[in-house]
């Protein structure tokens, strides 16, 4: 589902404070402002964002090496989520690793976060093993799941 006005594009340094705040309504356990500042300033080729009406509404955070990729994060602002803003970001990010080419695809999602499970499976991930108390605040399991190339 294409979302009427979104656009996905390289974060600023400006994007920093909408990028925490999404973060902070995101998860129990967010990230440290830091890690957006040196993202947003420093290693802008990890990080996108998804901008609507000139509002940042969420953002991917990932990276590849050779012929694998990890997506680190991925955030909607909770007013957008169930719009497919989550689901265009994700694909954002396999086209730019090239998930569609030779890169095996790997991420980490707490177990309760059945919505993003259903989201990374309907493109292809599956869930391969399961990391006992990997999150904290709470305590909880992650999912890791991988999405492997289709042979062509």
Known sequence: MSVPGLVI????????????????????????DENF???VTVQREHIRVAEQDGVVVGYWIGSRIDDE??????????SRRRGGVGGQLLDHFLQHVGAHQ???VFLEVRASNVGAQELYLRRGFE??????????????DAVVMVRV???V
């Open 102 to 104: 030779r890169t095996t």
């Open 37 to 39: 500042t040196r993202l």
């Open 127 to 140: 869930a391969i093993q399961r990391r006992k108390g990997y999150y904290s605040q709470p305590i909880e």
């Open 9 to 32: 594009r390289e974060a600023r340094p400006q994007d920093e404070a909408a990028c925490i705040a999404i973060e902070r309504a995101s998860f129990a356990d967010p990230w440290h």
């Open 149 to 151: 190339p289709r042979a």
């Open 69 to 78: 990729a990890e997506l680190a994060n991925l955030a909607v602002d909770p």
